[in-house]
């Protein structure tokens, strides 16, 4: 027998798996001491808008009956060693989902990565930390996994199709992620477990057919007439394929350099720029949990979302969060030597005491009059321009110019700044030498209306850690809406966020699928 059953819990009762199937077993009318009893939960979402926290739940108990699996049974992928090959360029989500849809579909994926495999890419990350050395093909944006590797994780996204995002979700599962991904309204996996995962897709990948070639940057393509044949690595190599999937990430700048070179027809695209905000992450739950202390035992670290519209020289921008990590790090995320940019990730836990977010300003083509004659590039020059700057004012390091948030709305350098969780250090400076007048502003006029939302925020027991600019791709390369392939190049399929058309691990994966049946039904399954 199963029943179902909605319900609102205490933390206590909601977390605490003893006290949970208690909990439904007096709901269900029956003996705490019920023998072959199966309590789980299928939806689960914290409600902290009144005083006492509490959690919706949606679950199941079964009495004297197995539960049904929560994911689906997937199959082993067939062998694909013989079959025809397409090419995708960068082995991230977008990359490594679309190589699987593809062995699903009969067809070889032969995936070109610029970085290293997981495990090695650890090597390179270190080294920006403790040294200060960037490797430009293997960072926390390039390597097995793309940036989503080392980040939060998290997995929650703006699309509608409920449908694909649950299939993403039990592939995920199906590679060793926990069940709770499919359970709560904010899933998310945590840097730690993400590079174990990872290499399980790889693996699967590999084990049926298909190809993965590590430190092979492509630097040219193969172009007869309007198709693309096939790429050229940075050894040479001619690869050749039945289509290719250009699934690179958002700051691949030497692959946007290169459409532009060729001919290729990209565009700029509007993105958003600004900062990392940290607080300690006890104020975050202070605020959002409404408690005196702390959060407790039960409560995970709290996180937030804000946004808010402002107005400068006659121009309205919208301001917001951007990639929250509660219980999380700052890491230097810059891709060649001479730049500083910072990104956050958060380990499975989410156990550190500080919580950080990015605080971005939306940035339109036409706030960018000095940067149109760089065409398609416009974005991308800005973007790159203030990470160079901030890398100068933070001592031609990785160590990152910082502000105490109140003295950046007063215009008043920092005389100290806080404990932080950026491991490469911070340097006090006026943030506004960094950031552009019209992004400044506009984050001055935020943080007041955000304090306004959130009593405690806007605090100088908090500090901006510069520069946040790699919130999306500046460049989008225009695809075609139905068949998903690009505009002008028969062949090339666009794909995930590099091209503009998916913003994390989830979307981009999606779009990977569909990329990858888009190509494989025009040209190989006609």
Known sequence: MKKEFQLQLSPEEAYNPVIFQETLLKKAGLPLDSKDVIARQLKRSIDARGRQVKVNIQAELFVKEKPTPL????????????????????????????????????????????????RARRRDLAAITKDHIVNPDSNYCFGEGGAGTYSDGKLYTRSKK????????????????????LVDAHPHIGTNKLPKLVADLRNSILEAGGE?????RV???????????????????????????????????????LLHEKKVLIEAKPFAFGVRIEHS??????????????????????????????????????????CMCPGGYIVPAATSPGELVVNGMSPSRRDSKYANSGIVVSVELEDLPNYQKFGPLAAMHFQADIEK?????????????????VDFVNKRVSSSLLDTS???????????????DFISQRLAIAFKAFGGKMKGYFTNDSQLIGVESRTSSPVRIPRDRESFEHVALKRLYPCGEGAGYAGGIVSAAMDGERCAEKLIAAYVHK
């Open 212 to 216: 993965i070639h590590f430190d092979c």
């Open 281 to 322: 992450q006890n104020l975050i739950d202070r605020i959002q949990y409404h408690c005196a202390v702390d959060r407790g035992e039960y409560l995970p670290a709290s996180a937030y979302s804000l946004v808010t519209q402002t107005q400068y020289q006659g121009k309205q921008r919208g301001v917001f969060s951007f």
């Open 219 to 257: 630097d040219d393509l193969t172009i007869e007439g309007d198709e693309i044949k096939g790429v050229v690595t940075q050894d040479g190599e001619k690869i050749k394929g039945l289509g290719v999937i250009l699934a690179t990430g958002h700051s691949a700048r030497d692959i946007f350099h």
């Open 422 to 436: 950026y491991q490469p250090g911070l340097v006090s400076v006026e943030m506004r030498e960094v950031l552009p």
């Open 71 to 118: 994911i689906e049974h997937i199959d082993h992928y067939q062998n694909v060693t013989n079959a025809d090959p397409i090419i995708i360029v960068g082995a991230g989500p977008a990359g490594l989902f679309a190589a699987l849809r593809a062995i699903e579909l009969g067809v070889k994926p032969i995936i070109l990565e610029r970085g290293k495999d997981v």
């Open 162 to 181: 409920r449908g694909d995002i649950r299939r993403i979700m039990e592939i995920l599962v199906a590679h060793g992620a926990t069940e709770e991904i």
């Open 389 to 405: 700057k901030a890398w100068k004012m933070g001592g031609e390091t990785q160590v990152a110019p910082a502000q105490r948030m």
